[in-house]
């Protein structure tokens, strides 16, 4: 019999719960640790859709990359956008096990699936000093700037892109799913030609022009949706005899009108 605990366990020595940045909430989040567990539904965000679907799927476990909830909660009610979700897991016997930045950093995480997704050379960590989530990449080939736009769209599945800096060839590039701008300057400094990230500010496209580096913006989404596949993938091969479902509940959540 496999319990939620012998998941966690597995996912703990895959994308180890203490390497988790401090304001993060990764972890065993909802349930009952001892349950059995035979289906497993794995999603990006743990959104009332998804446990929805994981109730009709019969899941007793939803495994996701982002927590669930982030702060502590006085109470627990339906009333409550964060409230209802916990009510709805535990009225219907469902477990949840969050991976998050613990799972940026993990090798075949988050930035290492990007990497993979968007068909290049992975050269390891891109600040190595400061930290461990970005990753420095490199194509076969220079790919002109408009062929890398339409790249990192299609690759990743993206509703659309933010980008700005200069439009030249990219070779060089460094890349963190998720909120990732902060090393800008990192890829700059290692001679990126370009770097992909997510949620970029005003000042930080404009940072981009300064440095001559361009920058993309592919969204939340679509930069760490890429690591869904890989903990199916992981839980699979480790526990052939549950069946793992991927939610196809939930989309990249923002358009664009242009």
């Given at each position: 019999?496999?319990?939620v605990?012998?998941?966690?366990?597995?996912?703990?020595?895959?994308?180890?719960?203490?390497?988790?940045?401090?304001?993060?909430?990764?972890g065993?989040?909802?349930g009952?640790?001892?349950?059995?567990?035979?289906?497993?539904?794995v999603?990006?965000?743990?959104?009332d859709?998804?446990i929805?679907?994981a109730?009709?799927?019969?899941?007793?476990?939803?495994?996701?990359h982002h927590?669930?909830?982030f702060?502590?909660?006085?109470?627990?009610t339906t009333?409550?956008?964060?409230g209802?979700?916990f009510?709805?897991?535990?009225?219907?016997?469902?477990s949840?096990?969050?991976?998050?930045?613990?799972?940026?950093?993990?090798?075949?995480?988050?930035?290492?699936?990007?990497?993979?997704?968007?068909?290049?050379?992975?050269?390891?960590l891109?600040d190595?000093?400061?930290?461990?989530?970005s990753r420095?990449?490199?194509?076969a080939?220079?790919?002109?700037?408009?062929?890398?736009?339409?790249?990192?769209?299609?690759?990743l599945?993206?509703n659309?892109?933010?980008?700005?800096?200069?439009?030249k060839?990219?070779r060089?590039?460094?890349i963190?799913?998720?909120a990732?701008?902060?090393?800008?300057?990192?890829?700059?400094?290692?001679?990126?030609d370009?770097?992909?990230?997510?949620?970029?500010?005003?000042?930080q496209f404009?940072?981009?022009?300064?440095?001559?580096?361009?920058?993309v913006?592919?969204?939340?989404?679509?930069?760490?949706?890429?690591?869904?596949?890989?903990?199916?993938?992981?839980?699979?091969?480790?526990?052939?005899?549950?069946?793992?479902?991927?939610?196809?509940?939930?989309?990249?959540?923002?358009r664009?009108?242009?």
């Amino acid at each position: 019999m496999t319990t939620v605990k012998d998941v966690l366990a597995f996912l703990d020595s895959k994308a180890p719960l203490t390497t988790q940045l401090g304001f993060d909430n990764a972890g065993f989040l909802c349930g009952d640790a001892a349950a059995e567990v035979r289906r497993v539904l794995v999603a990006l965000d743990i959104t009332d859709g998804v446990i929805a679907e994981a109730a009709g799927f019969g899941a007793e476990l939803i495994v996701s990359h982002h927590p669930v909830c982030f702060t502590p909660m006085k109470s627990v009610t339906t009333d409550d956008l964060t409230g209802r979700k916990f009510a709805a897991m535990l009225s219907g016997g469902i477990s949840a096990i969050c991976m998050h930045t613990n799972l940026d950093a993990a090798p075949g995480g988050v930035n290492d699936a990007l990497c993979a997704a968007l068909g290049a050379e992975n050269l390891g960590l891109l600040d190595p000093e400061h930290d461990t989530m970005s990753r420095l990449c490199r194509f076969a080939e220079p790919m002109e700037h408009g062929a890398f736009l339409a790249h990192v769209k299609s690759a990743l599945g993206a509703n659309g892109l933010r980008f700005a800096g200069p439009e030249k060839p990219v070779r060089i590039f460094g890349i963190c799913g998720g909120a990732g701008a902060d090393f800008i300057p990192a890829a700059a400094e290692r001679g990126c030609d370009a770097y992909i990230t997510a949620d970029v500010k005003h000042h930080q496209f404009l940072m981009a022009d300064e440095l001559g580096i361009a920058l993309v913006d592919a969204g939340h989404f679509s930069t760490e949706n890429v690591v869904v596949p890989v903990l199916a993938a992981w839980l699979g091969g480790r526990f052939p005899e549950l069946d793992i479902r991927m939610a196809g509940s939930y989309t990249q959540p923002e358009r664009f009108y242009v």
